[in-house]
């Protein structure tokens, strides 16, 4: 890495003005300072230069200069990424592709589109739905998050309980390696030969190139969709119920769930007319007319069985967008009562949210600091928001230790370190939690061979010596680094 | 004893060794092991590596024409013995198993936990003898694929061992997480070239309580085309819609609630010209003529895949007295096999289906030899290529079915 110079000289300025067109690279401070962070603003840094291309053309000749000269890049999105994931490093470049958000092709009889990385995810379900489509992964940042963001998350989102996640949607990708070479992975038509180097660089958090364009498969809208919202008196209650619902073999487009804290800060910024309770379980049924109503009874009576004082079923479309208001905009809601918020994402068994739910609150107790758990529970993806103040003493330590204790305690009960925000920097020194030494190195072996000179996203995901320190005792190299075929990072 | 048998003895016993293979890999090998745990297979493995030795893998055998024949083989690895159910979670819908349990012995298992009725919805060929590793190794999938799609979409975690006897993980058991690469989708259809699973998590899906079967027959292309878009568009959720062809017929299955189930099946009714609800009784004949096509019978089997708009001039290639013995397609994805008809003319259907813009794998495919795993497109293939060479690099497993 000796090879990275510390400023970018002139002449290689230019060549990236050459690339990308002479307004499109930026260097100037003030500018530069807006892509210092994505939307978790407690880790920054100020990138060298901001370069902008408009074409997967523009996108190789930019990284063959950083591959060349030994810059180091990261590729940008919309910036909503909650793991530090875009965060630029300060002796590289940031490429950001939000001018790349062109829908190229609409193959609504195949099922099919195909976007530029830059096009938001609702803008995909906007031009699929004249003719009768959606596209199913609906993070609750779609308004404004990117699909280049959301195959390098494999983003998720409520609905994706029934539908999978974005990695089930992406079909093909082109991706600039980091080398600048440019590889068509995947096919739009199913079974391509050969590895499913698809499958890993989604979710690979732009360590492994920059995609450049997406074939997405999309699906149609479901001919009947039906909400409820059901109040319970404690989240062990409504844990219970999702429990019972996923066991009972009933497949609901979407579970979420609000703890008193989550409804309390959305009637107090919104006004939802969500019910006074300790819990509440937003459920959603899609699908034909039929298997919805069969489904709906079930649902309804599993709540009451495990303790639901209210359910409310949304009649029209008003009542539904009314239901799912508060729970999308749970998030800025609570930037309206706490000062500041870190949103953990941990994922625990389904059987296990109820326990690990009590756990959590024993945690609040013990650390001091309020949580509020507004979540994906279908699929056990826990987001519990911990608020804190900034400016009072130890506030960002105490929530940042709360932060990693909740995450043990998902681990502990057989869960992951992350179901959709991704490793990103914020938990890259987590890794070992959940991967051993071994595990870590064959990783580190993927990477490699998609990145030899370790330019793509340095830092990000897997754990290295010099942003976590040495951990002696846990680190065995590989026999392949022993021979001296692999250095370590 | 040679000093190669001598050292494998000391590793796995003596029980674990069998006589060779009957060499329907291509290569008669000396050796068969069969390890009873994992480690110990990690150790046959780098003790192989170690001595530039040339390994296959072998779970239940079932597809072990399937790939290309390796240009060597030294030892053949069985996993059969790792055949435990390690973790059930009914509630969860998850389960951790030994690569070396068979689909079927999986399927009894987690099928009798009390008060709960839960499968691994997939059902690929011949497949209850075929081990889990062994499925995900290849990507196996059938009809199902409709509703549930394949191991793809199905395998939350993994343990396996590297050629050098690394012994590591991926993804994890829980249905969703990001944490790290996804080498679960790597290893899927790596067709024992990259590592040897030991160990896979899984995703179960609740059994409905009803089922129904709408039969349609006497389809041309035409009307089969224009059916599969009603029934794509149509409010029904199909587990099945297979196209069974040159017969022309059109099998769909619904799971589901009972009073949902009944209704769906008078949509699809509707929808497909000539067709019926079938009655209860014809169903387990109806399964069972779906699985066994079009492998039963001479000559080789390819899959075969297609955009869905092109799915009526596939049927057509497939039409009697072309090349096509038989061909099944999952009609709401636009994938299946063919059989070929004897002595027919191979070229020629790649190009058709090429031109269709779909694609060709070899499965079953007696006396000829597949192409090797590697894909079309130039940077891609040095990608693949470059993993290969990171995961196994004395190209101990499988050598030439991979990419190298
Ligand atoms: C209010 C709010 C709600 C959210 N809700 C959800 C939710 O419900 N579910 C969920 O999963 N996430 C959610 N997120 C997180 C975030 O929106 C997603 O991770 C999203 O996919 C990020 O997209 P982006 O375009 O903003 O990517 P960025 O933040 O710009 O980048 C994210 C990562 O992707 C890489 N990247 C970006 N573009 C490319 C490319 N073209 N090629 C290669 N790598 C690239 C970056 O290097 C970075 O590592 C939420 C965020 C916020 C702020």
Known sequence: MDRIPARLDQALLERFRQAVGCGWVLTDPDQLRTYECDGLTGWRAVPLAVVLPSRTEEVVQVVRICHENGIPFVARGSGTGLSGGALPVEDGIVIGLSRMREVLRLDPDNERVVVQPGVPNLEVSRVVAPFGYLYAPDPSSQRVCSIGGNVAENSGGAHCLKYGFTTNHVVAVTLVTPEGEVAHLGSAVPDSPGYDLLGVVVGSEGTLGIVTEVTLRVVPIPPRVQTLLAAFPSTDAAGEAVAQIIAAGVLPAAIEMMDRATIEAVEFAMHAGYPDCGAALLVELDGPASECQALFGQVVEICRSCGSSEVRVAEDEAQRALLWKGRRGAFSAMGRVSPDYYVQDGVVPRSQLARVLSGIRELEVRHGLKVANVFHAGDGNLHPLILYDRRSPEGPERAKRLAEDILSLCLEAGGSLTGEHGVGRDKVCQMPKLFSPRDQMVMHLVRRAFDPAGTANPGKVLPTPRLCGEHPGIYRPHPLERSGALQRL | ?404
């Open chain 2, 1 to 404: 004893m040679t000093g190669l048998e001598a050292d494998l003895e000391a590793l796995v016993g003596a029980d674990s060794i069998l006589p060779a293979a009957d060499g329907a890999e291509g290569a008669t090998p000396p050796y068969t092991v069969r390890p009873k745990s994992a480690e110990a297979l990690a150790e046959v493995l780098a003790l192989a590596d170690s001595r530039r030795l040339a390994v296959l893998v072998r779970g239940g055998g079932s597809k072990s024409g399937w790939g290309r024949a390796p240009s060597r083989c030294d030892l053949v690895i069985e996993t059969t013995a790792l055949n435990r159910l390690l973790e059930h979670e009914p509630g969860d819908l998850t389960c951790v198993a030994e690569a070396g349990l068979t689909l079927g012995g999986l399927q009894r298992l987690v099928g009798s936990a009390p008060g709960h009725h839960q499968q691994l919805m997939l059902d690929p060929p011949q497949g209850g003898g075929a081990t889990l590793g062994g499925l995900v190794a290849t990507a196996a999938s059938g009809p199902l694929r409709a509703r549930y799609g394949t191991p793809r979409d199905l395998l939350l975690g993994a343990r396996f061992a590297l050629a050098d006897g690394t012994l590591a993980r991926t993804g994890g058991k829980v249905v969703k997480n990001v944490a790290g690469y996804d080498l679960d989708k790597l290893l899927t259809g790596s067709q024992g070239t990259l590592a040897v699973i030991v160990e896979v998590a899984l995703r179960l899906h609740p059994v409905a309580p009803a089922t129904r079967w709408v039969v349609a027959e006497g389809l041309d292309p035409r009307t089969a085309q224009a059916a599969l878009v009603a029934l794509r568009r149509a409010p029904v959720v199909l587990s099945m819609a297979e196209l069974l062809w040159p017969e022309g017929k059109m099998l769909v299955r619904l799971d589901g609630a009972v009073s949902a189930c009944g209704e769906q099946a008078e949509i699809v009714r509707a929808l497909l010209p000539g067709s019926r609800v079938a009655g209860e009784s014809e169903a387990e004949e109806l399964a069972r003529m779906i699985e066994m096509r079009p492998w039963d019978g001479e000559g080789p089997v390819l899959g075969v895949s297609v955009p869905l708009t092109r799915i009526g001039e596939l049927v057509t290639v497939a039409e009697a007295g072309g090349p096509v013995a038989q061909l099944s397609l999952r009609g709401t994805v636009g994938a299946g096999e063919v059989r070929l008809r004897e002595g027919a003319d191979l070229a020629q259907l790649t190009a058709r289906v090429t031109a269709l813009g779909g694609f060709l794998a070899w499965h079953r495919s007696p006396g000829r030899d597949a192409p090797p795993l590697r894909p079309e497109d130039p940077v891609a293939a040095r990608l693949a290529l470059a993993v290969k060479r990171a995961l196994d690099p004395h190209l101990t497993l499988a050598p030439g079915r991979g990419p190298e």
